[in-house]
Nanobody
Framework: QVQLVESGGGLVQAGGSLRLSCAASGRIFSINAMGWYRQAPGKPRELVATITNDRRTNYADFVKGRFTISRDNAKNTVYLQMNSLKPEDTAVYYC??????????????WGRGTQVTVSS
């Protein structure tokens, strides 16, 4: 079994910062792309940022210049540094990863999410 466990969410004032972490554990042979998505109440889940195993990154326009995604392959962990947070960043943030439990095939996994609340 593979698990993705997020941490680092919480309540912060507008303009503040938070750092999210997501650690993958279990039967892991390889990890390809990892990423963060978010879902605000009443809205669909949306992409925030992704990073490949060779550290190529992609960001949603609404976080460019404010958020930074990174990963530590030795720890099977992906991070999201969030700066200059705005109330509209309030959402549940989900970790996502393509993980190979063996030398063949990749399976897409989701974490359970961590709440980020930004007060005005």
């Amino acid at each position: 079994q593979v698990q993705l466990v997020e941490s680092g969410g919480g309540l912060v004032q507008a303009g503040g910062s938070l750092r999210l972490s997501c650690a993958a554990s279990g039967r892991i042979f390889s990890i390809n792309a990892m990423g963060w998505y978010r879902q605000a109440p009443g809205k669909p889940r949306e992409l925030v940022a992704t990073i490949t195993n060779d550290r190529r990154t992609n960001y949603a326009d609404f976080v460019k210049g404010r958020f930074t995604i990174s990963r530590d392959n030795a720890k099977n962990t992906v991070y999201l540094q969030m700066n200059s947070l705005k109330p509209e960043d309030t959402a549940v943030y989900y970790c996502n990863a393509d993980i190979g439990p063996s030398y063949t095939g990749l399976i897409n996994y989701w974490g359970r999410g961590t709440q980020v609340t930004v007060s005005s």
